[in-house]
């Protein structure tokens, strides 16, 4: 039992100096990380773009809001986004039903994707620039218009989307 004191005397000590030499090191369980390297620029990378990145690392503020509307984004960028409504002829339309007696009459359209949509009067419906010019208690007008290269009105029609025939005789 001696001898098991002495050996645990002597080799204590030397285990806990063995121990305090490697703090240098972090403790990985044998794992140790690869050193990152600096990313080497892709050719097409200018300083510039380099210094945009930077700004938006900088200031997380500068960054995409996932909340903020995509329309609204590109609303900003001075360019007219086109409404589902915008997709086909006016004939492949149907009028499903009309809110009238409010302060702005409102139309539930049919689109040929299967939705419905409402729209009201100065809404933009059909491939021909149409407008929705006005709505009645039993229909909808829509003007189309075709516009030359110098954005001059050549044509300009009038077209009436009313409701299905067994809505007008219900009311």
């Given at each position: 039992?001696?001898?098991?004191?002495?050996?645990?005397?002597?080799?204590?000590?030397?285990?806990f100096l063995s121990c305090s030499a490697e703090k240098k090191e972090e403790p990985s369980?044998?794992?140790?990380?690869?050193?990152?390297?600096?990313?080497?620029?892709?050719?097409?990378?200018?300083?510039?773009?380099?210094k945009e990145e930077a700004a938006v690392e900088a200031h997380p503020a500068a960054k995409?809001?996932?909340?903020?509307?995509?329309?609204?984004?590109?609303?900003?960028?001075?360019?007219?986004?086109?409404?589902?409504?915008?997709?086909?002829?006016?004939?492949?339309?149907?009028?499903?039903?009309?809110?009238?007696?409010?302060?702005?009459?409102?139309?539930?359209?049919?689109?040929?994707?299967?939705?419905?949509?409402?729209?009201?009067?100065?809404?933009?419906?059909?491939?021909?620039?149409?407008?929705?010019?006005?709505?009645?208690?039993?229909?909808?007008?829509?003007?189309?218009?075709?516009?030359?290269?110098?954005?001059?009105?050549?044509?300009?029609?009038?077209?009436?989307?009313?409701?299905?025939?067994?809505?007008?005789?219900?009311?």
């Amino acid at each position: 039992m001696k001898r098991f004191l002495y050996i645990i005397a002597i080799f204590l000590p030397l285990f806990f100096l063995s121990c305090s030499a490697e703090k240098k090191e972090e403790p990985s369980a044998g794992i140790k990380k690869p050193e990152q390297a600096a990313p080497a620029l892709l050719p097409s990378e200018t300083g510039e773009e380099k210094k945009e990145e930077a700004a938006v690392e900088a200031h997380p503020a500068a960054k995409r809001n996932p909340f903020f509307s995509y329309l609204a984004i590109e609303a900003k960028k001075g360019e007219r986004i086109k409404t589902p409504l915008e997709c086909c002829e006016l004939s492949v339309f149907k009028v499903m039903a009309i809110l009238s007696g409010t302060k702005e009459p409102r139309a539930l359209i049919a689109a040929p994707d299967g939705k419905t949509y409402s729209t009201k009067k100065g809404d933009r419906i059909g491939l021909r620039n149409g407008r929705v010019v006005e709505v009645g208690k039993r229909s909808v007008i829509v003007e189309e218009m075709e516009l030359d290269d110098n954005g001059e009105v050549v044509y300009r029609e009038k077209i009436e989307l009313s409701l299905p025939e067994e809505e007008k005789m219900m009311r």
